[in-house]
């Protein structure tokens, strides 16, 4: 069965830096989709980036890009320029082939004003 | 587009009774949407897959007899949480998944409903 791992369960970053958030995952497939969501105070999950596995380029969304590492099975998040709004809970997912999602246990990030 | 919309945004409810929540997405159809429920602090735990037109697939754990699942149509599924008990308040959240499209591989996220049962 698939597993997702995020090792961090709190990150804090200073408005404007950069920050990366950790996510590690376990499967035998070889075509499959991974996804960050945010889940801000409102608690709406908001779709943040994608990754389609047999695309070796990053995927990246303006402030946001990752760093997939297919034969490490690792796929982080790096946050450029942090805003205050960037604050919230984020999860790490993988697609499996029923269209589950299976989710991390999340990481909150904290910005420093 | 790809907007999901849950009803209700909240619920206070006696214990006993029953409860429905709807999901429905209102820009596209979808063959397959899913049951979420969200504890404080921690992440989503899969209830349940809804396919349109055939029961629901139940996760391990999950009692079907308790929470009904009903895929009525292509942009609407429902939860009904049969007489509630205060150990079943919680966050609920749906998604659907796009029949077709540029968006097929994603999940979007209707706003969820707080269920409080006293």
């Known amino acids: 069965a698939q597993t997702v791992t995020q090792s961090q369960p709190e990150m804090s970053v200073q408005e404007a830096e950069t920050v990366t958030l950790s996510c590690t995952y376990d499967?035998?497939?070889?075509?499959?989709?991974l996804f960050w969501y945010k889940q801000p105070p409102s608690r709406q999950m908001i779709l943040v980036i994608r990754?389609?596995?047999?695309k070796q380029q990053n995927a990246t969304e303006n402030r946001f890009s990752v760093n997939f590492q297919k034969a490490a099975k690792s796929f982080s998040l790096k946050i450029s320029d942090s805003q205050l709004g960037d604050a919230a809970m984020y999860f790490c997912?993988?697609?499996?082939?029923?269209?589950?999602?299976?989710w991390g246990a999340g990481t909150k990030l904290i910005i420093k004003p | 587009g790809a907007v999901v919309s849950q009803h209700p945004s909240w619920v206070i409810c006696k214990s006993g009774t029953s409860v429905k929540i709807e999901c429905r997405s209102l820009d596209f159809q979808a063959t397959t949407m899913f049951w979420y429920r969200q504890f404080p602090k921690q992440s989503l735990m899969l209830m349940a897959t809804?396919?349109?037109?055939?029961?629901?697939?139940?996760e391990q754990g999950v009692e079907k007899d308790k929470f009904l699942i009903n895929h009525a149509s292509l942009t609407l599924s429902t939860l009904t949480v049969t007489s509630a008990h205060p150990e079943d308040s919680s966050f609920y959240i749906c998604?659907?998944?796009?029949?077709?499209?540029?968006?097929?591989?994603?999940?979007?996220f209707g706003p969820g409903t707080r269920l409080t049962v006293l």
């Open positions: 809804s396919n349109e037109g055939s029961k629901a697939t139940y």
């Open positions: 499967t035998s497939e070889s075509d499959y989709y």
């Open positions: 990754q389609e596995a047999y």
């Open positions: 997912a993988y697609r499996d082939s029923n269209y589950q999602l299976i």
């Open positions: 998604s659907a998944n796009p029949l077709a499209g540029e968006a097929y591989n994603e999940q979007f």
